[in-house]
């Protein structure tokens, strides 16, 4: 049954951004606790990110947010399409006026990153409207940057410079 009242809705909504906050906040929690030579910290920040997911995941189907794949593909495409058409560019000019460095450097990375997104999911979603699958051995993710790549990773990130031995592969 999906939520309907419009104060439920919203506190659903709500609640869905703070779980999704905390899965994330704990996972980065857990990287910097591994750097850090505490494993068990790491594996309980772990545990508890994905109780958060759970949480997260509980809250999205309820809002009734969660369609078949065309419909999730079309909400990723709208997504990252916001983000590199309006949210990241402006994100980043705010960021050069205020003489914030770092985090010109971090917008301008997600807006990249963004673009290739978009693209993929719009050919995922041409493949899933005919009933077809993508053809993807591998994806490639820069660790520094989030430039992705299919199949094959770049000598070097086009975005950061990143070596292609430190992408992140997936299977």
């Known amino acids: 049954m999906v939520v309907k009242r419009?104060?439920?809705?919203?506190?659903?909504?709500?609640?869905?951004?703070?779980?999704s906050m905390a899965h994330m906040r704990y996972l980065i929690f857990a990287e910097k606790a591994e750097q850090e030579g505490f494993p068990n910290i790491a594996k309980l920040f772990r545990a508890i990110a994905?109780?958060?997911?759970?949480?997260?995941?509980?809250?999205?189907i309820a809002l009734g947010k969660l369609g078949k794949t065309p419909e999730n593909l079309q909400m990723g495409i709208e997504g990252e399409t916001f983000e590199v058409e309006e949210m990241y560019p402006v994100y980043n000019k705010a960021a050069e006026f205020q003489g914030e460095k770092e985090a010109v450097r971090t917008t301008h990375y997600a807006l990249e990153a963004e673009k290739i997104h978009a693209e993929?999911?719009?050919?995922?979603k041409e493949k899933a409207e005919k009933g077809e699958d993508i053809e993807i051995k591998?994806?490639?993710?820069?660790?520094?940057?989030?430039?992705?790549a299919v199949d094959e990773a770049p000598e070097y990130c086009p975005v950061c410079?990143?070596?292609?031995?430190?992408f992140v592969v997936f299977e």
């Open 120 to 124: 993929l999911y719009r050919k995922a």
């Open 50 to 60: 994905y109780a958060e997911f759970v949480h997260a995941k509980n809250h999205f």
């Open 6 to 19: 419009t104060m439920t809705k919203k506190f659903l909504e709500e609640a869905f951004a703070g779980e």
């Open 138 to 148: 591998k994806v490639y993710i820069c660790p520094i940057c989030g430039y992705t």
């Open 161 to 166: 410079g990143a070596p292609k031995e430190k």
